[in-house]
């Protein structure tokens, strides 16, 4: 399948040089899926898909196009390459796009070592169903229960390839398979839900499912009886399990792209605190066996290790070669991109530093307050970083948590906010965001 891929990707050059492009690169994906559902003890959806999508960037001057197509025949080759040659010429001028030079492309990487690719055979949707029926077992077995949404199991795996007119080329794969289970409990209006669900590169790394499905049913039935807490400024503990959207926020106002739009509350930031001192935050893209990892970027650069904020201070944007050149800055091996989009920066495994203390230590710290875990929707502001999103949990009083919560707001101005954090040291490490649970004191609560 690597040298098929390859072979695309030299094709779409050839045509596109032919149609007339002065540079260009091209990404050749062929993937497959299986996905299964369950419910009542049946199995409720079987699917899967296969298919090879390809993408072409052409150059033509300071001008770009990109086009996509599912059909790799050598006559749609031809036409995607004359049709994106001749969009490109209709295009605004750019002049910060274009390829790596020679020079900059990385020549050696080993891909085998990060371990993204499970290499034992894919699962037989039998397999799946039985796990996804016992999640859903193990769900309904908690006192509380009274109906599972969904368990459902699902396997994916990708080959790759991307090679440019300036000389680059490479390609690797990426197995994904996964498990989850959506338990409700109670009756009528005070019915209530939550999930549970793991996600790993190597099957055998998965959580048992009954495990999976006891937890999403304990989590459901601990939320019964859940109501608003009081209005007013409190402590919020974020939860391991929504902890990471807040460094979200942060990777996001750090993305070139927000920057250079000049819709980042993080502009005129470099180099000044943005979190408590003490406290890192470090993308690593070459960690073993962990889903955001890669052995170069979108563009063909290499990758490294490298400090987004380094003892709180804000070291560096997120950039590819588009806009670290609009920004004056090197690229930073960012790029990533799809089959019908250009390159653009990206951030993959990022870890926060955490601390000694548990999650039951930031409870007790902060006294009284909310535990949030879970959110919905979302009121931010790119440029001021104000902060505002619905969120449920369970109240703590004394250190203690009292009763569940829900139907609640909780707001505040995100740069504050993260210049407050205190981090636990609960974080999950196979994850691509290795985050822990999260104390802000001094938020505002919308309740009763």
Request: with cysteine; charged share 20%.
């Amino acid at each position: 399948m690597p040298h098929a891929l390859e072979s695309l990707t030299d094709t779409l050059l050839r045509a596109a040089k032919k149609a007339g492009a002065d540079a260009a690169d091209a990404i050749a994906v062929k993937g497959r899926s299986l996905d299964i559902a369950v419910r009542k003890g049946a199995l409720e959806k079987a699917e899967r898909a296969e298919g090879t999508d390809i993408g072409l960037r052409v150059l033509v001057g300071q001008k770009q196009a990109c086009v996509s197509a599912s059909d790799t025949s050598h006559t749609t080759i031809a036409m995607l390459a004359e049709r994106a040659v001749a969009m490109a010429q209709e295009a605004p001028e750019d002049p910060h796009i274009g390829l790596a030079e020679p020079e900059q492309i990385v020549r050696d990487w080993d891909a085998t070592a990060l371990q993204l690719a499970d290499l034992t055979d894919e699962p037989a949707p039998s397999e799946l169903q039985v796990q996804a029926l016992e999640a859903e077992a193990s769900a309904l077995a908690v006192k509380g229960v009274t109906q599972v949404q969904s368990a459902s199991g699902g396997y994916s795996s990708q080959n790759m390839h991307i090679a440019a007119s300036n000389g680059f080329a490479g390609g690797y794969a990426r197995t994904s398979t996964s498990l989850s289970c959506v338990a409700i409990a109670g009756e009528g209006t005070s019915m209530q839900r939550d999930y549970d669900g793991d996600s790993r590169i190597f099957a055998a790394d998965l959580r048992p499912s009954d495990h999976i499905g006891n937890t999403a049913g304990e989590r459901a039935v601990a939320q019964l009886g859940a109501r608003k807490p009081p209005t007013g400024a409190y402590p919020v503990l974020f939860d391991e399990r929504v902890s990471s959207t807040l460094i979200g926020h942060l990777l996001v106002a750090s993305n070139g792209s927000s920057v250079a739009r000049g819709s980042s509350w993080l502009m005129e930031k470099l180099g000044e605190q943005v979190l408590p001192r003490g406290l890192s935050l470090v993308e690593d893209p070459l960690r073993p066996r962990v889903p955001g990892s890669r052995p170069f970027d979108a563009e063909g650069l290499a990758v490294s290790t490298r400090n987004i904020v380094e003892d709180g201070v804000l070291t560096w944007w997120t950039l590819d070669l588009a806009t670290g050149r609009k920004l004056g800055f090197a690229s930073t091996g960012n790029a990533r991109r799809s089959t019908s989009a250009p390159p653009s920066p990206s951030v993959g495994n990022v870890a926060l530093t955490q601390s000694n203390k548990s999650r039951g230590d930031l409870l007790a710290e902060m006294g009284t307050g909310l535990l949030v875990t879970s959110m919905i929707g979302s009121t931010i502001n790119p440029n001021t970083g104000d902060y505002s999103r619905g969120a449920s949990g369970f109240w703590v009083e004394n250190g203690e948590i009292t009763y569940p919560v829900n139907e609640c707001t909780i707001a505040g101005n995100l740069p504050e906010m993260l210049l407050r954090i205190e981090p636990a040291n609960d974080a999950r490490m196979w994850l691509s965001r290795t985050v822990p649970s999260l104390l802000v004191e001094g938020m505002t609560l919308a309740g009763a």
